[in-house]
């Protein structure tokens, strides 16, 4: 399938020829299965869990919260409401997720969102060249860099989880 047949995903590929990605836009793809999870989107593309970017979104009582994270862990809610500067911070549903990305879970994207999101960028993704991030679409993964994530979100690059919280890649 072309990239054309999921709006999403059209969108995502636009935002990025706009931030003047045009390699990571034209190296999207499409899978044959939907990766929701970071060991899926590592298996399918043969690369380790550490190097997929889960787009994770956040309540927290100032607006939504994206923390792109390394698939090697799991982000710290506690330690992102430190980072953030709120009290708390809690998982979004579904419904909250599609209203701030326009993307379903498991398939939202850095960019490519209704409005800007406020978003933290795992430092661990920087320990590899090559970071794969959702494209919109539960099937869909972009080829980028930690850097490149930073610049593309405006976000701020931060350690998310706890040290004795990671999981091996």
Do not use: C
């Not at 899978?31 to 060991?39: E, F, G, R």
């Not at 549903?93 to 406020?118: N, S």
């Amino acid at each position: 399938m072309s990239t054309l047949e999921y709006p999403a995903v059209a969108k995502v590929a636009a935002a990025l020829r706009e931030a003047g990605m045009d390699r990571a836009a034209d190296g999207i793809r499409i899978l044959d299965a939907d990766v929701k999870t970071a060991a899926a989107a590592a298996a399918a593309l043969g690369v380790e869990v550490g190097a997929i970017a889960n787009s994770l979104i956040f309540r927290t009582d100032s607006g939504p919260l994206l923390a792109l994270t390394s698939g090697a862990h799991r982000a710290d809610t506690k330690l992102l409401a430190e980072l953030v500067g709120v009290r708390e911070v809690g998982r979004a549903d579904a419904t909250y997720v599609r209203e701030h990305t326009g993307q379903p879970i498991g398939g939202v994207a850095p960019t490519g969102h209704p409005a800007p999101l406020r978003t933290l960028v795992d430092r661990h993704l920087e320990r590899h060249a090559v970071v794969w991030a959702a494209a919109g679409h539960p099937k869909s993964l972009f080829p980028t860099t930690f850097a490149e994530l930073v610049t593309l979100t405006g976000g701020t690059a931060a350690d998310v989880a706890r040290e004795e919280d990671d999981r091996a890649s």
